[in-house]
């Protein structure tokens, strides 16, 4: 598979790169930024959702605050971080105080029970579409955030989760074939729109991958995208084998009636699974650490030598050509 860098990293390329000059800004091919804080390093993230773009417009309040907060914890556990707190930033078009409350209601929730509490934030109008964006900080030992680079041949690719379970969620809401193929199972149609309106960041796994992988990320954007960025970050290539990504027995169902094909689900957006790289010879440790904590890991490729882009590879090991890696913004 090949892939331009995106319009959305090719901007901040441009335009905001130049400004970074902090040695914590990692000249922005990161995830997220450091702060020395005494012994600790602060971890920063910043993410934004917007209607229209990252929810629908008649999604309830209380799993729009949800997501909001989870998408910066899904990049915090990534770097190996625990949650210390947020800031939040509200654009709404008018004041509804029973959408504000019930988005209160979700959003104090999931900071109680993530440990992340609300530090402060700014609440303005405006005439487009309601805009939530939340900065999020994480604490790790100094010199312990774990990058997008640092991958190295011979680390095999593991991914948490199930992959693709939100981007069907999506179609179902938008009333796509998927929606038709699972009218007669509304748990499972529940299951996948649950997926794609509040996901599940694996905070519980932040310490071990900050003990044992080489190179981590969220996978935000799909996973056929997102694993060729931290490649690319990490001057590696990959071979994946498509029949080792996880997949629910949903999208399972889905692929062999032929409803989607596997692009849907590896280029599709919204997993917030992490996708790292681990050496070999930790590998059963960093399986037992993830059992402990009760996330599903799976070992879907290799990292491989070489500047080439990665490859995703089928049953027979011939490669898989992919017309759209991930989403982009621009």
Same mark, same amino acid.
């Given at each position: ?190 299951? /996948? ?11 519980? /796994? ?106 995703? /590879? ?17």
């Amino acid at each position: 598979m090949t892939q331009a860098p995106s319009g959305e990293d090719s901007l901040i390329a441009r335009y905001f790169k130049p400004l970074a000059t902090d040695p914590g800004a990692f000249g922005l091919i990161d995830d997220a930024a450091t702060i020395p804080a005494g012994t600790d390093d602060l971890v920063v993230n910043t993410d934004a959702i917007v209607e229209g773009v990252h929810y629908l417009p008649e999604d309830p309040a209380d799993t729009i605050a949800r997501k909001a907060l989870r998408v910066n914890l899904s990049d915090l556990a990534a770097k190996g971080a625990v949650p210390a707190g947020f800031l939040l930033t509200l654009a709404l078009r008018h004041k509804d105080e029973a959408w504000l409350a019930a988005f209160a209601c979700g959003l104090g929730e999931d900071a109680a029970a993530f440990g992340c509490p609300l530090l402060g934030g700014d609440t303005v109008s405006t005439p487009g579409p309601v805009m939530i964006s939340i900065t999020a900080w994480g604490r790790v030992p100094k010199g312990r955030m774990v990058h997008r680079f640092g991958a190295r041949p011979g680390d095999r690719v593991m991914v948490t989760g199930t992959i693709g379970d939100a981007a069907l969620g999506l179609r179902i809401l938008q009333g796509k074939a998927e929606a038709a193929a699972l009218a007669d199972d509304p748990a499972v149609r529940d299951m /996948l729109i649950g997926r794609y309106r509040v996901p599940q960041p694996r905070a519980a /796994l932040a310490a071990a991958v900050r003990e044992f992988a080489t190179a981590a990320m969220d996978v935000s954007d799909g996973l056929a995208g997102d694993l060729a960025k931290l490649c690319a970050a990490s001057r590696v290539s990959a071979d994946i084998a498509l029949p080792h990504i996880p997949t629910s027995a949903a999208a399972a169902k889905l692929l062999t009636m032929g409803v989607v094909q596997p692009e849907t689900l590896i280029s599709g957006g919204d997993d917030y699974e992490i996708l790292c790289a681990i050496p070999p010879a930790q590998c059963p440790s960093f399986r037992t650490a993830a059992g402990l904590a009760g996330v599903a890991v799976a070992d879907i490729g290799v990292i491989v030598d070489g500047p080439g882009a990665p490859r995703v /590879l089928d049953g027979q090991g011939r490669p898989v050509i992919l017309q759209r890696l991930s989403y982009s913004h621009f």
